[in-house]
């Protein structure tokens, strides 16, 4: 249990809709890091928050949006969802040099 | 532009005997590398690391070793066991992640192991 908690697990949408995913980093950590995991892709960084500032960005299309809240809990927002946005989106909180993951949320986008 | 790369998708081997997971990188102002390594309905899991100041680090059955001048690491299994059957994520960072750094790991595509019985 790497102290990363993921919601939801799984999720099936449909072509335009908007879906919210669910991050609380480990207990003590400030930082966030959401990652997408598409089939035969490694992990693809979207984006990172500390303490609730955006401190670096990646390959995250204008349609996703993040956010950290002031208990440190993030959100990822996905809308207008497109097929190709069928993935596992993972979360991680950084401590001694390295990223300890959540257990992903799997999208489906039927 | 892929910046880690690990280009065997999967490989196989006996039980017992050595596994060696290849990664090669394109920027030079990486000097931090880890493995992870990740079950399947599971969340990548660190397993080592080694910083551009070494060429080798050794955890148990785990040995990453790194060649600078040829931008590669490679990580050695001895000996490989079914348990370690997974897929395997080279990583690679300019500086050492800090909780409030901007640093992020780049990520290869991953390699699948087997490990037969």
């Known amino acids: 249990d790497s102290g990363v908690t993921q919601t939801p697990k799984h999720l099936i949408t449909a072509t335009g809709q908007r879906v919210t995913l669910r991050c609380s980093p480990r207990s003590g950590d400030l930082s966030v890091y959401w990652y997408q995991q598409s089939l035969d892709q490694g992990l693809q960084f979207l984006i990172q928050y500390y303490n609730g500032e955006e401190r670096a960005k990646g390959n995250i299309l204008e349609r996703f949006s993040a956010q950290q809240f002031p208990d440190l809990h993030s959100e990822l927002n996905l809308s207008s969802l497109e097929l190709g946005d069928s993935a596992l989106y993972f979360c991680?909180?950084?401590?001694?040099?390295?990223?300890?993951f959540g257990e992903g949320s799997r999208l489906t986008v039927l | 532009d892929q910046q880690v790369k690990q280009n065997s998708p999967s490989l196989s081997v006996q039980e017992g005997r050595i596994s060696i997971l290849n990664c090669d990188y394109t920027?030079?102002?990486?000097?931090?590398f880890l493995w992870y390594k990740k079950y399947p309905a599971e969340g990548p899991t660190f397993l080592i690391s080694?910083?551009?100041?070494?060429d080798k680090n050794e955890d148990g059955r785990f040995t990453v070793f790194l060649n600078k001048s040829a931008k590669h690491l490679s990580l050695h299994i001895v000996p490989s066991q079914p348990g370690d059957s997974a897929v395997y994520f080279c990583?690679?960072?300019?500086?050492?992640?800090?909780?409030?750094?901007?640093?992020?790991?780049?990520f290869g595509k991953g390699t699948k192991l087997t490990v037969n019985p």
């Open positions: 920027n030079s102002m990486f000097d931090y």
């Open positions: 991680a909180s950084s401590g001694n040099g390295e990223l300890f």
């Open positions: 080694i910083s551009s100041i070494k």
């Open positions: 990583a690679a960072s300019a500086r050492l992640l800090t909780q409030g750094g901007s640093e992020k790991l780049v």
